[in-house]
Antibody, heavy 119, light 111 residues
Framework: EVQLVESGGGLVQPGGSLRLSCAAS????????MNWVRQAPGKGLEWVSY????????YYADSVKGRFTISRDNAKNSLYLQMNSLRAEDTAVYYC????????????WGQGTMVTVSS | QSALTQPASVSGSPGQSITISCTGT?????????VSWYQQHPGKAPKLMIY???KRPSGVSNRFSGSKSGNTASLTISGLQAEDEADYYC???????????FGGGTKLTVL
């Protein structure tokens, strides 16, 4: 079964750090581009970051640029998001999502992991 | 990059058809045939319903269809069913570095 499972969410104080992980299974992870997408409570979806299959190309939303770092380990079938200098507005469910074989559509999503930034 | 514009809510009765619009700019929707649509039920992850404007992934009902004209994309659901009640999001490629932008989402209510 094709699956993405996120972990690493939790409660963190403003200014703190957190590292999210996304474990992939059921497909050749190293062949796919990956993304992080978040959803604040009661709000819509917001794209956060993209990484190419090899990791050589990376993009960030302006809202997280300079604070978040996306990475991947193809040997471990895993995607990561290092989040530093966290703010209250980063509070959200964070999803990892696979880019489909067709261009720029997210065909597989994880169940999400909740990040709460609060003192 | 601003979010794509969707109506906050739409509604329809079982068996009817509804259309959700998604308005962007010449930098995103208008420049690329790379619009996708996602269905999200409460507490669940989004599900891909339409990609590349009008293509359906395997397993998605043919009651769902997509189209685009200029800077506006549309999702049409025909033969509305109770299980279609959900939030729907459009998404468009917006060039490298900006990558993609989502719409604000539309809540579909089946009356």
């Amino acid at each position: 079964e094709v699956q993405l499972v996120e972990s690493g969410g939790g409660l963190v104080q403003p200014g703190g750090s957190l590292r999210l992980s996304c474990a992939a299974s059921g497909f050749t992870f190293s062949s796919y581009e990956m993304n992080w997408v978040r959803q604040a409570p009661g709000k819509g979806l917001e794209w956060v970051s993209y990484i190419s299959s090899s990791g050589s190309t990376i993009y960030y939303a302006d809202s997280v640029k300079g604070r978040f770092t996306i990475s991947r380990d193809n040997a471990k079938n895993s995607l990561y998001l290092q989040m530093n200098s966290l703010r209250a507005e980063d509070t959200a469910v964070y999803y990892c999502a696979r880019v489909s074989d067709a261009a720029e559509a997210f065909d597989i999503w994880g169940q999400g992991t909740m990040v709460t930034v609060s003192s | 990059q601003s979010a794509l514009t969707q109506p906050a809510s739409v509604s329809g009765s079982p068996g009817q058809s509804i259309t959700i619009s998604c308005t962007g700019t010449s930098s995103d929707v208008g420049s690329y045939n790379l619009v996708s649509w996602y269905q999200q039920h409460p507490g669940k992850a989004p599900k891909l319903m339409i990609y590349e404007v009008s293509k359906r992934p395997s397993g998605v009902s043919n009651r769902f269809s997509g189209s685009k004209s200029g800077n506006t994309a549309s999702l049409t659901i025909s033969g509305l069913q109770a299980e279609d009640e959900a939030d729907y999001y459009c998404c468009s490629y917006a060039g490298s570095s900006t990558y993609v932008v989502f719409g604000g989402g539309t809540k579909l209510t089946v009356l």
